[in-house]
């Protein structure tokens, strides 16, 4: 079937940590993968993406790559903030709709 | 670029009243939108597909005779969440994408729901 897979939560880092969310899709063919982020009361924006293999998504110190050989999107930053406190969803698109990951809650502390 | 709206933001109705949400597309045409539910903790439920001037195609599961959807133009589309109960209360999140956003969907900021 066609779904996403992510880190179950919550994830509880300090300031300036190392952060990894693992991601993995099942998919036919070569679906666009996302990375979006909700912060408290809000709705999703979008994070980064990467459209085929290889491709590198980046965006506010976050990066994740298009690994077709392991079905993945991780998604990392080397140095976390306070203010990236939230939740995190990974997402794979194709015919027209987009399948969610069940979302990361990420708490960052100082 | 690609900004969507939602209004109202929140919405505090009585049992077996009628609630309507607006989501528009501000700074595109929107071909496709898509209305999503949010359970608290928990990841977006998609609802519907509405394709403008078409009817909307609803997911396994959501009544659609409950969720009247309506996409009437390239820039509008409307939930009504008709004899509202309390276990409507949720969060309903719209998106938007045009006829090349490459299966990108625009987020809008979501609607509080809640039914007393």
């Known amino acids: 079937g066609n779904s996403v897979t992510q880190m179950e939560g919550p994830v509880t880092l300090s300031e300036e940590a190392f952060l990894t969310i693992n991601c993995t899709y099942t998919a036919t063919g070569y679906p666009s993968l996302f990375w979006y982020v909700q912060y408290p009361g809000e709705g999703l924006q979008l994070l980064l993406k990467?459209?085929?293999?290889?491709d590198k998504g980046s965006n506010k110190g976050f990066e994740a790559t298009y690994r077709k050989e392991t079905t993945s999107f991780h998604l990392e930053k080397g140095s976390v903030q306070v203010s990236d406190s939230a939740v995190y969803f990974c997402a794979r698109g194709g015919a027209q709709k987009l399948v969610f990951g069940q979302g990361t809650r990420l708490t960052i502390n100082p | 670029g690609a900004v969507v709206s939602q209004h109202p933001s929140w919405v505090i109705c009585k049992s077996g009243t009628s609630v309507k949400i607006e989501c528009r597309s501000l700074?595109?045409?929107?071909?496709?939108m898509f209305w999503y539910r949010q359970f608290p903790k928990q990841s977006l439920m998609l609802m519907a597909t509405s394709n403008e001037g078409s009817k909307a195609t609803y997911e396994q599961g959501v009544e659609k005779d409950k969720f009247l959807i309506n996409h009437a133009s390239l820039t509008l589309s409307t939930l009504t969440v008709t004899s509202a109960h309390p276990e409507d209360s949720s969060f309903y999140i719209c998106s938007a994408r045009d006829w090349d956003s490459y299966n990108e969907q625009f987020f809008g900021p979501g609607t509080r729901l809640t039914v007393l």
């Open positions: 990467a459209t085929k293999a290889d």
């Open positions: 700074d595109f045409q929107a071909t496709t």
